[in-house]
């Protein structure tokens, strides 16, 4: 991509190397349990891609976030993401400078059946970019996805979910299909707990000798 005669972003079509690793923490917070579950998390990306193949911004990025979930019935779970990403600039030889970046999205997970449940997803995300004149870069994404989930345990689940640029902003794909697989080995099983055992049988006493 360029700007007049100034190199944006210039890479080769077919690339294998790892891009930046982003680091972060969560904190969630002890609530009643009839209340949302909240949390607070940090990030700090680090710039290991490689700027030149547009692997990475060559900067770090620093964001803070907030997650929210509850559920107001027992088939029903809703979801709320907010995060604030302050990347550091300029970048590229064009001197781009950069907005903080604000996403947030929406979610709904409805059981249907003991194990298929469906989704219903919204996000929106701005570009750190501005006034460069290119679709490509300027403008603000909103997405709206609908999908399905199976559970085959509490550890594994497979989703497919179908996602629709509602906003036209060329920075983000027309239409999504992803599949994902999930594997979570720390998960706690719901299953009935065991049956105690049962106490020891009381013991009568001896019987004591006849009487004459």
Do not use: C
């Not at 964001?63 to 709320?80: C, F, K, T």
């Not at 194990?115 to 709206?144: C, I, K, N, R």
């Not at 629709?164 to 983000?172: E, F, K, P, R």
């Amino acid at each position: 991509m360029d700007r007049g005669s100034t190199v944006l972003f210039r890479g080769s079509e077919v690339n294998f190397q790892p891009g930046d690793l982003v680091f972060s923490v969560k904190h969630q917070f002890e609530v009643p349990r009839e209340w949302p579950r909240l949390a607070l998390r940090g990030l700090i990306k680090a710039p290991t891609g490689d700027p030149d193949e547009v692997l990475g911004s060559g900067e770090p990025d620093f964001g803070i976030g907030a997650a929210a979930d509850y559920s107001p019935w027992r088939r029903l779970m809703l979801y709320a993401n907010l995060n604030l990403v302050y990347p550091v600039g300029p970048i590229t030889d064009g001197d781009l400078t950069l907005n903080p970046i604000f996403t947030q999205s929406l979610a709904a997970h409805l059981a249907l059946a003991e194990h298929f449940s469906v989704l219903f997803h919204q996000a929106s995300y701005t570009s750190p970019y501005h006034g460069t004149g290119a679709s490509l870069l300027d403008g603000t994404v909103v997405e709206l996805g609908l999908g399905l989930a199976f559970a085959w345990s509490e550890r594994f689940g497979m989703q497919l979910l179908a996602i629709q640029n509602v906003s036209g902003v060329a920075q983000s794909a027309d239409f999504t299909l992803m599949l994902s697989a999930q594997w979570r080995p720390w998960a706690v099983p719901t299953d009935l707990p065991p049956i105690a055992p049962l106490p020891p049988p009381t013991s009568l006493p001896p019987v004591g000798p006849a009487s004459p």
